[in-house]
């Protein structure tokens, strides 16, 4: 059994929760808050035998091999690192830090400590972006990467009324691509690794984060083209051009519907079975690994984390988006 503990009480803990209880040696013991009653709170919900208000005490309590991190973007460094001191395995909920200098820190943790460090981003588990991998040689040479993901927050109704919540905060590290701009990047550096060059420009609101944004990645032989949004909606696909054809996934954060479109007219449906649970695949990656004594996911590996934050901090400085975590040595 991998005993599990959790740091954040949100609704993306309580989903983590339900999908890795799907694995058959995830065993959830305790949880960690800032304030007793939440904690308190949280783990009667969820049948959790231990709470702490206080980390160190966590980490050290012998009670935990692993912990799952969902607490605001800005605490990700210093929460895994306090963990991971204690030689707790570390899955953290994207984007795994607040800038590359963050994470550089993070992974030196890791490797002192001998410690299993993984970024929990669930669409590259997913049986589609497996199937994608797995299929992405039968478009020819690919000229282009398309990917969109805009999704109208019910958190920018608030703030529109004058209420600034943790989404548009950037005291916590957010804002549009860091909460799911990330999916399009983490995608996109996955597939074809470092672009050579980032162009960025996005909508900044007062608040200090950005609301939507484009990103143009260019590479040798390919552009990657991302589109994001948290203050506008939008349906559309995202696509990987090829010479001999094009491969058209429904949602580059979970995709489920993936379809080859080929030049000659022909189509070739790559789509699996999926779990109700999108969150399913990564917390049976990371289970796993810890099982096998693995200190580093093959696929959401370090060096792709670090890329994606690389891509992420380069548009943020195009952008004019600067966090409080940036300003820090």
Not at 50 to 79: C, F, K, R, W
């Amino acid at each position: 059994m991998v005993r599990f503990g959790v740091i954040g009480t949100n609704w993306i803990t309580e989903s983590f929760i339900a999908a890795a209880r799907e694995v058959e040696s995830f065993q959830l013991t305790a949880v960690y808050s800032r304030t007793e009653e939440r904690a308190e709170e949280f783990a009667a919900k969820h049948r959790i035998p231990n709470t702490y208000t206080d980390l160190a005490a966590m980490s050290a309590s012998g009670e935990i091999d692993a912990v799952y991190i969902a607490s605001p973007n800005s605490y990700h460094a210093q929460y895994a690192i306090e963990c991971m001191k204690h030689g707790i395995h570390v899955l953290c909920e994207k984007p795994i830090a607040s800038n590359a200098n963050e994470l550089g820190k993070m992974i030196a943790a890791a490797k002192e400590n001998g410690v299993l460090l993984m970024e929990a981003l669930k669409s590259t588990f997913m049986p589609g972006t497996v199937a994608i991998r797995e299929h992405l040689s039968k478009i020819g040479t690919v000229r282009r990467f398309f990917a969109s993901y805009c999704q109208y927050s019910s958190r920018y109704d608030a703030y529109k009324a004058g209420t600034v919540l943790n989404a548009f905060n950037p005291a916590f590290s957010n804002g549009a691509m860091m909460d799911i701009g990330i999916y399009c990047v983490y995608q996109v550096v996955a597939l074809f690794g470092k672009p050579d060059e980032v162009k960025a420009t996005g909508v900044m609101l007062e608040s200090g984060v950005d609301g939507e944004g484009s990103i143009l990645l260019k590479y040798a032989d390919m552009d990657a083209v991302i589109m994001y949004s948290k203050i506008t909606q939008s349906s559309l696909p995202s696509e990987i051009q090829g010479e001999n054809g094009s491969i058209l996934i429904d949602k580059i954060s979970e995709p489920e519907k993936v379809v080859i479109q080929y030049r000659d007219g022909r189509e070739e449906d790559l789509s699996q079975p999926t779990s109700g649970n999108s969150m399913y695949y990564e917390a049976k990656e990371f289970i796993e690994l810890v099982e096998a004594g693995k200190t580093e996911s093959a696929i959401n590996s370090l060096a792709t984390s670090m890329l994606a934050m690389e891509v992420m901090d380069e548009a943020r400085k195009q952008l004019g988006l600067v966090f409080p975590a940036d300003l820090k040595s």
